[in-house]
């Protein structure tokens, strides 16, 4: 039996807005602490990790380790049905092949259920190694979004450098060339909007944009994203949600076009 | 942040070997190792224990870097290193081959694809097809001595094929959505994939280099042949909405999974153009021998000279019958080569390989063959070739000389055979010709008029253009198998069984005589009722009916054979030249090739420039036009001194009349049967019109034009000496 409330519903329909583009099916894996997601994209690129700790559900019984197969399209088309105030429960019995959403609205006067069925999926469930990071850099989500979306529209790989200058986003394409440098500054307002170096080795790599465009969809759920680097190891993009968990993007790093003539 | 250990796997977290086990153990006991205390696993505790019982993927781009697992991955590098270093061995003589040392997998585990992959890359640097045949036993006898049950895939794949040629099955992939399919898997853009096909002229050799620059969070499972295989029908199945989109990603899925040479021959099985220079028959021939070597079940029988080729022999007959390796190779399996033709028969509902005739030049000719033999003349009608299969359920299957199937196209064909069949008939198989008939003048038309038919789907009160069918043979009556009775009985059978309708169905027109001149004069009769010809065939003796077989005993005679070399060919257009003057525009010459069944590759035979209306130019430059790449395939051979302005991808097949055939320093085709060094090439070529229904592999091959050649020469000996090249 497994049972999560979550009075935050809207928090559940951004996080699957932020995970639908990458991966089309995935497992969610209950267990006592937490709801959580691993899955790559179909081109073992890019991973995904969401965990969404227990502690964070108004309540929360999972009896046994649940792993529910979903199609997060379909997933996302249910809870589209959601109000943004609507409180969420996930429920499935033991052994069952649908999972059940409930929608309650703040003023309990509608409650709606959306039953799903559920598929399977061979999963691949993937220990990803801690890292140590040779440059940690934390920064307004709007802003790395809008420096994303920006580079995208003149290249399609993104060179990230950190250095004792600040960290640079670089692309080129065939009508130019586009620069962003983005140097540490604590002193603000609001903390939310400070941009934070913590760099240990200057490193420098190159990544898809396209990639990085699908992490910015998590943008709603963090006013920051973390952004953690370290040369030859995939590149970490972390947007926390709430007080309850993350969700977290890897994504491998392309090599220099030299690498490729080399023979295998 | 991130915390601050160092653990040692992370210097390959892109390309990691073992990695990916972790999730495997996981998968095995879902749910005891799901993320925990709020953070992803602690790696090191994890992977250690795991990787142990691992059988780790090698990958040959992983760097073995750290002490701690440094022992472990040299394991893993050797699994590709050791595949690639043992794959030579697969060119011994198989007398001299042991299975054993091939193998890099254990017994009953699932056979590499890398193993298939890299046996076709040793291949394509062969081109001796004794070689290549060894090549091929060897690879075969290595499944058969690990994993037998993975031989059918490796059959199929080995020849190109998703099923039986009559289920109709295809892969339906267009290019584009291979390039699709390449550029999303390997992090491309999809005009760089295209640049570079046109550079290239092979996605696959595009899909090979793309390999690169995007690295991985982590490998997938390496690849099986029966993975690959099974991905491949699923991709056949695919059909309907956003179907398309479905095969592109089934791809998608194998091409990541893909190392070495992989992608290569991925992507060449996936626009099934293998082209390693061998043939179905090859890959039949390879496996018979590959089942003489696994014998266990019978001996040859006594007498047997050469086992080898008699047993190559034996599995290209029986597929000439029943052509469904998925039956075939589990009889080899079970019950032995040398019982093949016992336990695997033709089946009501599977098309056999027409029997096909060998041109003639001549009465004069024909009465030189068949002395002494009684023979008969049956009309040459000019319409489409049709077995038509009735099964004992009331059904009819018809299929075309290909095995396609054509029930579809003619409904009205098997509505007409119902009415006509006697009652006594169950079941049967019958040959004969499918034709354009106008019942008001009871007239045959001409195969043009046939042409314009629907091919698809027909509904029988939207036919346009009637058919009458023309029976000429019986293969199949009443649970009753008849190919081996002589073309008399079967012809009697045939009489008995159906009742004449004038222009839905009748038999074809025979005389039996050995009268030249009457003979000649049913030859330009049956002209003049607008058939091609004649077709000659034995009556009582030598007159089994041989089921694909181009046969000494079916000869055929065209009215236009006269005055020319015979027959017409059917020749592939691989390249033009500007036309100049007049001709500013479109194409002035085209360079017509045959095709190497064997080698499979496109040879020049000749450059065409007459026989065009201005009209025909037009239509067949404009169509062609589309058809340019910027290179010459791989599998084109042309002499060095053509150089053509453009190329053009093998799509049309075009019917050409020549004068005769010479032997030509120029051009490429038959080159190695008739002269060592040189080809063949027509001389005055005119094209007659373009073969809709042939595809350009279907083209006249190579075989063929030598013996045409040799025909010529045979017949008129002082044709040789002056021929020249035009």
């Known amino acids: 039996m497994l049972e999560l409330r ?34 790559m994209d179909s081109s073992h690129v890019a991973l995904v990790s969401l965990l969404l700790r227990s502690e964070g559900f108004e309540h929360y019984r999972c009896d ?145 944009l396209r990639y990085m465009n699908s992490f910015t969809k998590a943008t709603p759920l963090s006013e920051t994203v973390t952004i953690s680097l370290s040369s030859e190891l995939p590149v970490v993009v972390e947007y926390k949600v709430a007080e309850m968990g993350y969700i977290r993007y890897y994504l491998a790093p392309k090599i220099e076009e030299e690498e490729d003539t080399k023979p295998e | 942040a ?48 795991v990787s142990d019982s691992a059988n780790p993927r090698s990958d040959t781009s992983s760097i073995a ?82 994993t037998p049950e993975d031989l059918v895939a490796t059959v199929y794949l080995s020849a190109n094929e998703i099923a039986p040629a009559h289920e109709g099955v295809e892969l339906g992939i267009g290019e584009s959505t291979i390039i699709k399919a390449i550029s999303e898997a390997f992090g491309r853009t999809e005009d760089h994939v295209k640049k570079q096909n046109t550079e290239l002229g092979d996605l696959g050799l595009v899909a ?106 034996i599995v290209k007959q029986v597929f000439t019958v029943l052509p469904v390796y998925d039956i075939i190779v589990p009889a080899l399996l079970s019950g032995g080569v040398w019982n093949l033709p016992k336990t695997c028969n033709f089946t009501l509902g599977v098309p056999i390989g027409p029997m096909l005739a060998k041109p003639t030049k001549g009465v004069a000719e024909i009465l030189n063959k068949f002395q002494d033999i009684v023979f008969t003349c049956e009309y040459k009608y000019d319409g489409e070739r049709a077995q038509i299969h009735f099964m004992e359920d009331g059904t009819f299957e018809i299929y075309s000389r290909n095995a396609e199937r054509n029930t579809g196209k003619y409904p009205d064909v098997a509505l007409a055979l119902s009415r006509l069949k006697k009652p006594s008939v169950k079941s049967f198989i019958l040959d004969c010709e499918v034709v354009a008939f106008d019942r008001e003048k009871k007239k045959i038309l001409p195969f043009q008029i046939l042409s314009t038919r629907a091919r698809k789907n027909v509904n029988v009160n939207d036919i346009k253009v009637g058919v009458c069918i023309f029976a000429f043979d019986m293969l199949y009556l009443n649970g009753q198998q008849l190919i081996q009775e002589n073309l008399k009985i079967r ?56 089921p694909a077989k181009r046969s000494n005993n079916w000869l055929k005679l065209k009215k236009d054979y006269m005055d020319s070399i015979g027959d017409s060919v059917d020749l592939v257009p691989i390249a033009a030249f500007h036309g100049r003057g007049k001709r500013t525009g479109v194409y002035g010459a085209f360079l017509l090739a045959c095709y190497d069944v064997d080698k499979e590759e496109f040879q020049s035979i000749c450059k065409i420039g007459t026989g065009f209306s201005d009209a025909m130019l037009d239509e067949r430059s404009s169509s062609l036009r589309s058809q340019v790449i910027a290179t010459p395939k791989q599998y084109y051979r042309v002499g060095d001194s053509l150089n053509p302005d453009v190329w053009f991808e093998p799509t049309e097949v075009w019917e050409v009349k020549a004068a005769d055939l010479t ?24 094209l007659l019109r373009v073969r809709e229904d042939k595809k350009p592999e279907e083209a006249t091959s190579s075989e063929q034009i030598a013996d045409l050649y040799q025909a010529q020469k045979h017949n008129h000996p002082s044709n040789e000496v002056k021929g020249d090249d035009d």
């Open chain 2, 663 to 686: 032997i030509s320093p120029v051009h490429r085709a038959a080159t190695g049967i008739v002269d060592p060094d040189k080809g063949i090439s027509l001389r005055f070529p005119r």
């Open chain 2, 491 to 546: 012809r009697e059978k045939l009489y008995e069984s159906f009742e004449e309708d004038p222009g839905y169905f009748q038999f074809a027109t025979a005389v039996t005589s050995n009268d030249i001149d009457e003979i000649q004069k049913f030859l330009d009769a049956s002209v003049d009722v607008g058939c091609e010809g004649l077709i000659i065939k034995t009556l009582d003796s030598d007159a089994t009916y041989e």
């Open chain 1, 64 to 208: 046994r380790n649940l792993s529910m197969g979903m199609n997060l399209g379909n997933m996302s088309k249910m809870l589209k049905c959601a109000g943004n105030d609507d409180i969420i429960t996930i429920k499935a019995d033991d052994g069952s092949d649908t999972v059940t959403f409930m929608f309650e609205s703040p003023t309990q006067d509608k409650i709606a259920d959306f039953e799903m069925k559920l598929m399977d999926i061979d999963s691949e469930h993937l220990g990803i190694p801690d890292a140590e990071y040779h440059s940690i850099v934390r920064m307004p989500s709007g802003e790395f979004s809008r420096i994303c979306k920006d580079l995208s529209s003149i290249g399609d790989t993104v060179v990230i450098s950190v250095t004792k200058e600040g960290v640079k986003f670089s692309t080129a394409g065939d009508i130019g060339t586009a620069n962003i440098v983005l140097r540490q500054n604590t002193t603000v307002d609001k903390p939310e909007d400070a941009i934070v170096i913590e760099m240990n080795e200057p490193v420098s790599l190159s990544f898809a």
């Open chain 1, 6 to 39: 979550l009075v935050q519903g809207s928090l559940l329909k951004k996080v699957l807005e932020a995970v639908k583009d990458l991966v089309n099916d995935a497992n969610f894996d209950c267990s006592t602490t937490g709801f959580s997601l691993q899955a």
């Open chain 2, 2 to 49: 991130a915390a601050k250990k160092k653990t040692p796997q992370t210097t390959n977290l892109s390309r990691s070997p073992n990695k990916r086990k972790i999730g495997e153990t996981q998968d095995a006991n879902l749910g005891k190792t799901i993320v925990s205390e709020g953070t992803l696993p602690k790696t090191e505790d994890l992977l250690e224990p």
């Open chain 2, 208 to 313: 090979k280099g793309s390999r690169s620059t995007q690295t991985m969070m982590f490998k997938p499972e390496p690849l099986t042949v029966v993975k690959v295989f099974d991905t491949f029908r699923q991709i056949a199945k695919e059909s309907g909405k956003d179907s398309n989109e479905k095969k592109k990603n089934r791809m998608k899925a194998l091409l990541v999974a893909t190392t070495d040479c992989e992608p290569l021959y991925l992507t060449r099985l996936l626009q099934a153009k293998l082209r390693l220079g061998f043939s179905g028959q090859t890959v039949l021939a390879a496996l018979g021998q590959a089942a003489v070597y696994n014998e266990e079940h019978s001996k040859p029988p006594p007498n047997t000279k050469s086992p080898l080729e008699e047993a190559a022999k």
């Open chain 2, 65 to 146: 870097e750290d002490s701690k697992t440094g022992a472990k991955k040299a394991k893993t590098l050797s699994k590709t290193d050791e595949m690639k270093s043992k794959i030579g061995l697969l060119k011994k003589k198989p007398n001299d081959f042991d299975p054993e040392k091939m193998s890099c997998w254990e017994k009953g585990e699932r056979v590499p694809f890398l193993f298939v992959a890299l046996a076709f890359d040793l291949i394509s640097n062969e081109s001796g097809r004794i070689v290549i045949t060894d090549i091929l036993c060897n690879m075969l006898r290595t499944v058969i001595a690990t």
